[in-house]
């Protein structure tokens, strides 16, 4: 078949990097304004691929709004290539459910503007996640394009000669673990490697030659890609010359103005003409692991750690409360507010790129990073209230006596979990509300005590705050500010239903239930599954009791330093970790009470103020990182770490709170919880999948690093049992085979620069101040994995109180809206079907599902008596076929459906 060269025209366009987002957005109008002005006066400039997002046109709009028909029509002619996704986002730092509606609001966007590019691209993501052939497929892509993971690679993809491909050629089939794939495009030689084509015939034939060597040594078919563009990269103005050139010295090649679409079908033509060209299969995450592992650029996972809690903070808040509950109102007669949610979920993706979320970014970048995560939380965080305010009202309470609240449980599990609620024992609505706080500071206070619906009596602490102002804000009449005397009730809410609620109430009474205590002695605590035991050093046992297995010592600290970049953690050569085991801790029982003991654990360490300056040096000279001769300060300054370490009445493992004040530059934090358990396998979440990974990398790996990406656990389990180690916007971890197969979770990175091209100074990327870091450590017995995995995902989101009042309501006073069951399978998302899928007329909820396990799973979902009709459905909501009802139990109906292994399933459900 005759060698047909696509020369496909693009930018890759960071948004915010080595600028401001600002002054890059100047760069884009500049650059959509060139390639329109070369559609009109040049008809051999045929396409340009707007980067595979479409947040591109909103950003250009929000500035040039009078060319919206203008871009609309050469979108609608195929000259401007947009989408699938909104934005080009990290896929291992960003969710599942992020992933999808990046997807969602991309094709939306994309079709409105009247056109789509069927393509899944992934030009320069840090690693591709195992689940996206999937995605991708069920979303109808034909293709998917992306810049890492399956080569010896270098610095920005560079190819290297020989080691070990996991690829014969650039083109391959990749599938995700269920089986899904899809023919996957890598830059072999980058997505620059048809950027500034000569127009000279010398400079022109130099060119090509060298070109045309690089793309044969990879190509599997006689369809050559060539990328016309790089990061940032102007319109090539004079490419129509530069082609007509190429054509004259090589007549014997078809050099054509190409788009992804065009040149994957030449490929999918080329291999069914030519079946001797198999390709290769690669199953799963792409996370360059047959590398030397110096560029895989897993160290971004720890860089601006607290921008990491922010985002976990923030896809929280939709995935897990807004969405749901407002989904659950919808059930109950309130408008869905579909408009809001878009908005919040825009407002976090814009944080979702690479090199955002990533935190390899100029300081002013993540200065603008913290607005928008919280213009998105707000707008979730009020979705959220309102919806549960709205299903409070519709609950029975009438019988309810003293003051009534009401417990939701969002989650797709049964729950037990401590809950704080704040009650106004009394208010005054004195317009003069400053005469109202004296007469509610005066109120004296009877005794209470905590009761659910049934009146059975819940053991509770029950503070006094005092008087405070608030205030209502009604729908139907002006604010009304108050003063109120408040209670805070602080207990254990005991399996509250999945997606459902109960109700409590404080009654003034005395209590009288004799308090219990799950401290059992110096230093001990335990409840009906752990006992936990803090040794002198701070570090801790738990032993699970149905097992009798005992892990640990557990839970101590280790500082290092760190003369990398937000890219790169480099160790300075010929240092040690400065640790905290075997240094006396201060230990104190912190609280002690019938649903929960906490205590406070206080480690010290010196460590060095800073790297020494011969660092300075080396960045003004964008020295090699991993060549830097710069080692620590000789100066110290106190590392102080606080641990609230924490064990409910109904716990299945222990909650620990580290916090310390950063005083230190160029260093690295990680807590180490040595497992002593005996394999060598271990598993991470990771978007809709949960990745086994080797504690051992390949031989080929000369880093001393290993870290990894997860997202919200890691977990390991040998013959006898194993251990989970949940986290909260923690996404680095390492595992440590010489250290008892340790986990290492990093808790802070602090360094002094961006990194990569050139000297870009990020002091804010120290990250002076105080740092907060969460995570769980539950032990497990043999076979309990995919039940404990449960654990990890409660985890990231607490149980909710709303307060209430006596009234009449068509809910009971506890009530589930959905039951289902299913081995290994997680509840990923509730929420109202898109609009523009919903046929007219109805109203569907959308459910998804994932297959956590490696065999075949039965997902049942009984019948709610809200639901007309179930549809099987893909991850942009279109209607597949019906699912018909079966009998479960009894009488009972449900939906029954067989997940294959690592299956993500949605389902539309019909009311």
């Known amino acids: 078949m005759k060698t047909t060269v696509h020369i496909i025209s693009h930018s890759h366009w960071d948004r915010e990097w080595y600028l401001p987002f600002e002054k890059h957005r100047v760069k884009l109008i500049e650059l959509m304004d060139n390639a329109m002005e070369l559609f009109e006066k040049d008809e051999r400039y045929r396409n340009f691929h707007l980067d595979g997002q479409t947040i591109v046109l909103d950003d250009y709009l929000e500035i040039h709004p009078e060319n919206r028909e203008k871009l609309k029509k050469y979108v609608q002619e195929g000259r401007f290539h947009v989408g699938p996704w909104y934005i080009l986002q990290d896929e291992f730092l960003t969710s599942g459910e992020a992933a999808v509606r990046n997807l969602l609001t991309g094709m939306r966007e994309a079709k409105e503007f009247g056109g789509l590019c069927p393509v899944g691209y992934f030009p320069d993501a840090f690693g591709n996640a195992g689940q996206m052939p999937?995605?991708?497929?069920?979303?109808?892509?034909?293709?998917?394009?992306?810049?890492?993971?399956?080569?010896?690679?270098?610095?920005?993809?560079?190819?290297?000669?020989?080691?070990?491909?996991?690829?014969?050629?650039?083109?391959?089939?990749?599938?995700?673990?269920?089986?899904?794939?899809?023919?996957?495009?890598?830059f072999a030689n980058w997505y620059n490697n048809g950027a500034e084509i000569p127009v000279e015939p010398e400079e022109a034939k130099e060119y090509w030659d060298?070109?045309?060597?690089?793309?044969?040594h990879f190509a599997g078919t006689s369809q050559l890609l060539f990328m016309n563009g790089c990061d940032h990269q102007p319109v090539q103005k004079d490419l129509g010359d530069a082609i007509e050139t190429a054509r004259k010295l090589y007549p014997d090649i078809d050099f054509i103005h190409s788009d992804f679409e065009t040149y994957v079908q030449a490929v999918e033509k080329d291999l069914e003409e030519n079946p001797t060209n198999s390709l290769s299969t690669v199953r799963g995450e792409l996370t360059s692991q047959e590398t030397d592992g110096f560029w895989t650029l897993v160290n971004t996972c720890s860089s601006h750690v607290e921008l990491k809690k922010e985002n976990r903070r923030g896809e929280a808040a939709l995935e897990k409360e807004a969405e749901p509950l407002a989904a659950l109102a919808a059930l109950a007669g309130k408008e869905y507010p579909e408009d809001l949610l878009r908005y919040s979920w825009k407002k976090l993706m814009q944080n979702h790129p690479h090199d955002s979320i990533c935190g390899c970014s100029v300081d002013a970048d993540n200065d603008e990073m913290k607005t928008r995560f919280d213009k998105s939380r707000q707008v979730a965080e009020t979705v959220t209230e309102e919806s549960a305010k709205y299903l409070a009202d519709q609950i029975d309470t009438e019988n309810a006596g003293g003051l009534p609240f009401i417990v939701f449980n969002p989650?797709?599990?049964?729950?037990?979990?401590?809950?704080?609620?704040?009650?106004?024992?009394e208010l005054d609505y004195d317009r003069f509300i400053w005469n109202g706080y004296d007469r509610m500071k005066a109120l004296s206070l009877p005794e209470f005590v905590l009761k659910d619906a049934d009146g059975n009596e819940i053991p509770a602490k029950v503070e006094d705050l005092g008087a405070n102002f608030g205030y209502f804000l009604p729908d139907d009449r002006f604010r009304e500010?108050?003063?109120?005397?408040?209670?805070?009730?602080?207990?254990?809410?005991?399996?509250?239903?999945?997606?459902?609620?109960?109700?409590?109430?404080?009654?003034?009474?005395?209590?009288?239930?004799?308090?219990?205590?799950?401290?059992?002695?110096?230093?001990t605590m335990e409840n009906a599954f752990l006992k936990v035991e803090i040794l002198k050093d701070g570090t801790y046992t738990l032993t699970e009791k149905n097992s009798g297995r005992t892990y640990g010592p557990l839970g101590y600290f280790e500082d290092t330093g760190d003369i990398g970049n937000e890219y790169l953690y480099v160790q300075p050569k010929n240092t040690t970790p400065i640790v905290t085991k075997g240094t006396p801790a201060k230990i104190t029982l912190e609280e002690d009470l019938p649903y929960r003991a906490v205590y406070r654990i206080e480690s010290r360490v010196e460590i060095p103020e800073s790297a020494d300056e011969t660092l300075a040096e080396e960045r003004r000279r964008c020295s090699d990182f991993f060549g830097r001769k710069a080692g620590r300060s000789e100066k110290t300054v106190p590392l102080v770490l606080t641990t609230k370490l924490s064990l409910e009445k109904n716990g299945k493992g222990v909650s620990a709170e580290t916090t310390f004040e950063n005083l230190a530059k160029d260093h690295r934090v990680r807590v180490i919880l040595p497992t002593g358990l005996a394999t060598e396998q271990h598993f991470a979440d990771c978007p809709f999948e949960l990745v086994k990974r080797n504690n051992h990398h390949s031989a080929g790996w000369k880093n001393s690093s290993g870290c990894e990406h997860q997202q919200r656990f890691t977990a390991m389990e040998d013959e006898k049992g194993g251990l989970l180690a949940a986290n909260f916007g923690l996404y680095e971890y390492e595992i440590l085979p010489e250290k008892d197969n340790a986990i290492a979770i990093t808790l802070l990175r602090a360094v002094g620069e961006m990194g990569d091209w050139g000297v870009f100074p990020t002091p804010k990327a120290q990250l002076p101040g105080t740092h907060t870091a969460r995570y769980g450590i539950y032990p497990f017995e043999k076979g309990k994995l995919y039940e404990t995995i449960k654990e990890g995902a409660q985890f990231q989101t607490s149980l909710l109180a709303v307060v209430t009042d006596a009234h009449k309501g068509s809910l009971p006073a506890e009530y589930s809206n959905l039951s289902w069951s299913g081995e290994g399978i997680e509840l990923t998302a509730l929420k109202a079907r898109e609009s523009e899928r919903m046929p007219e007329g109805e109203n569907d909820l959308v459910l998804r599902f994932v297959n956590h396990s490696d065999k075949p799973q039965r997902l049942t979902v009984t019948k709610p008596a809200w639901a007309e009709k179930a549809f099987l459905s893909n991850v942009i909501e279109e209607e597949l076929e019906r699912l018909p009802e079966t009998e479960s139990t009894g009488e009972i109906s449900a939906y029954k459906h067989t997940l294959r292994p690592y299956e993500i399933l949605t389902l539309i459900l019909r009311r």
């Open 134 to 186: 999937q995605l991708l497929k069920q979303a109808g892509m034909k293709a998917v394009a992306f810049g890492r993971g399956v080569k010896p690679v270098g610095f920005n993809n560079e190819a290297k000669e020989g080691g070990a491909y996991e690829s014969t050629y650039s083109e391959m089939n990749w599938e995700s673990m269920d089986g899904s794939g899809l023919l996957g495009i890598l």
């Open 210 to 216: 060298q070109r045309f060597k690089a793309a044969k």
């Open 411 to 425: 989650s797709g599990w049964e729950r037990s979990g401590l809950v704080e609620a704040i009650l106004d024992y």
């Open 481 to 523: 500010p108050y003063m109120a005397r408040q209670l805070r009730v602080t207990f254990e809410a005991e399996k509250v239903p999945a997606l459902g609620h109960r109700l409590y109430q404080l009654k003034k009474a005395a209590p009288t239930k004799e308090k219990t205590s799950l401290v059992t002695g110096e230093n």
